[in-house]
Structure formats: structure tokens, C-alpha cells
Nanobody, 122 residues
């Protein structure tokens, strides 16, 4: 069992930055890959970023390459999403997820956070 608790979502101006955090408990964090997803109004849940259990390998959706960065701190059971150069199109509910590597690119990860709202205004 893994429990994920997210924090950091808020309203920001376009061009601003924000860091989302996800605190994990239960199973050792390094056992799983981790990822970030978002769901924009009227859209399906979208993959954003993935990181391997050790943090060595990362992968990003084209829509966020060069702007977002995923990282993890396994010693403290934390995963982060640093978001820079935010745009109104980045508005949505952001979710962290944990699971085997192959489940993070898709939306089939077995463990999810509750979601945190990010609103980017122009």
C-alpha cells in the first residue's frame, strides 16, 4: 500500500513558477516509478512527467519539456514537480502517481494522490 499526499497548488500569474510536492507513505518510495499528471477542464487526464525509482531516468511529455522538471528525494519519501514559465493552458488539477514504470506513461498507475488545483491567470 502507498499513500500519496499532494501540496503546493495555487493560483499564479502567467510566466510564474510553482513547485508541487507529493509526500509518500507506506511502501518504500524507491520501489516504484513516480509520475505527474494533470486534468484540464473538459480534457482527459494527461501524462506530464515520469521518474524511475532511483531517480536516474526521467521522461517528459512534449507539452512540458524545458519548462517542468520532476525530481525525487527517496530519503524523505518526496516527489516534486517544478513548473516554470507557466501558461494559462497549464491550468488544471495536478496528480502524482506511483507504480511500475510502464504504468506511469499511461494512466494505469495503482496509486494516486488526491489532486491539487493549479490556476494560471493571464
Amino acid at each position: 500500500q502507498v499513500q500519496l499526499v499532494e501540496s503546493g497548488g495555487r493560483s499564479v500569474q502567467a510566466g510564474g513558477s510553482l513547485r508541487l510536492s507529493c509526500a509518500a507513505s507506506g511502501r518504500t518510495l524507491s520501489s516504484y516509478a513516480m509520475g505527474w499528471f494533470r486534468q484540464a477542464p473538459g480534457k482527459e487526464r494527461e501524462f506530464l512527467a515520469r521518474i524511475s525509482g532511483t531517480g536516474v531516468t526521467t521522461y517528459y511529455a512534449d507539452s512540458v519539456k524545458g519548462r517542468f522538471a520532476i525530481s525525487r528525494d527517496n530519503a524523505n519519501n518526496m516527489v516534486y514537480l517544478q513548473m516554470n514559465s507557466l501558461e494559462p493552458e497549464d491550468t488544471g488539477v495536478y496528480y502524482c502517481a506511483a507504480g511500475p514504470w510502464s504504468t506511469i506513461l499511461a494512466t494505469t498507475a495503482p496509486y494516486w494522490g488526491q489532486g491539487t488545483q493549479v490556476t494560471v491567470s493571464s
